[in-house]
């Protein structure tokens, strides 16, 4: 019956249908999407951190109210997908320690360091772009809670992609200075980007495609990050650090496959800057522990 009941259930969302928190869930779905949100949620929060040592660097006074409401708004679109974890069974407190001991992960770009203005700029207007592409396809997700909130999300983050433009299109038109801190920051975060869409799966053997949590295949989302940004890189006379990347007669993009066990190594807790990152936020929920305590009777 139960086999029936998940043959059932699997052919309803593949053919387009969404579910609710109260609709019945195989367990399956319910522990691959309750990771995959999670490790959405993880992101958003951890997502902050290359940015926020930039505020008080801020080049202008307008750049640091960008770059903190920014922060504000990955803030809180953590707050909005944790709490869709949380319908599914997973409390947020519970989310939150199995990211600082390192069980749960987030998203690779986020293990590297911020070195200069130019990386602000260049993950606002590149790195959101990639994941807005991503994020655009989770409109289509199975579990309809998440889509909706992906609604707002997405919203948000193409803003952000327009705040990074200007900031990098302020810096190639300015000094050569500045010029050469956008081009060496997309030098070093090219690699990022294109471990970011995943490995090239085939998308009828992606498990997350099988149970449409994503409508979209790896490979599929980095092309299209290619077509739409490799020309407008380009455009501004920025150079990428791939001499093979074309684009072939029949449309797709050719590039340098990327190391798929370096992306491994950092997404499991061995990037450049994994483990300041978490033990920046084992430090943050040490201090604001007393709050929990004050606030929740269940914590007292």
């Known amino acids: 019956m139960s086999d029936a009941r998940t043959a059932e259930f699997l052919e309803f969302v ?77 409390p947020r407190a519970q989310c939150l320690d199995d990211l600082i001991s390192g069980k749960s992960k987030f998203h ?66 300015g000094t050569p200075e500045q010029f050469e801190l956008v081009q060496e920051a997309v030098t070093r975060w090219w690699e990022p980007l294109m471990h970011f869409h995943g490995t090239p799966i085939a998308a009828e053997e992606d498990p997350m495609v099988h149970w449409r949590i994503k409508s979209q295949g790896n490979e599929d989302a980095r092309q299209q990050f290619l077509d739409g940004y490799v020309p407008q890189i380009r455009e501004l006379g920025l150079e990428l650090p791939d001499p093979k990347l074309r684009r072939n007669d029949e449309g797709v993009w050719e590039y340098t496959e990327p190391d798929w066990e370096k992306l491994t190594a950092v997404v499991t807790g061995h990037g450049p800057a994994s483990q300041e990152r978490l033990a920046f936020r084992r430090l943050s929920r040490a201090e604001v522990d007393w709050v929990s305590k004050a606030m929740l009777p269940e914590a007292a």
């Open 108 to 173: 690779n770009v986020f293990h590297y360091p911020t070195k200069s203005w130019g990386d602000v700029g260049v993950i606002a207007w590149l790195v959101d772009a990639a994941a807005i592409i991503s994020q655009k396809a989770l409109l289509k997700c199975s579990y309809a809670p998440y889509a909706r909130v992906m609604k707002k999300v997405c919203w948000e983050e193409s803003f952000h992609i327009l705040h990074g433009r200007d900031t990098v299109l302020a810096m190639v038109t």
């Open 14 to 90: 593949q053919a387009g249908g969404q579910v609710e928190t109260d609709d019945w869930l195989p367990d399956e779905y319910r522990k691959r999407l309750i990771k995959f949100i999670e490790m959405h949620g993880n992101s958003e929060l951890m997502g902050v951190l290359p940015e926020r040592d930039w505020i008080l660097r801020a080049p202008t006074l307008q750049r640091k109210l960008a770059l903190t409401a920014k922060i504000q708004d990955e803030v809180g679109h953590c707050q909005l997908i944790y709490r869709v974890v949380e319908d599914l069974g997973k």
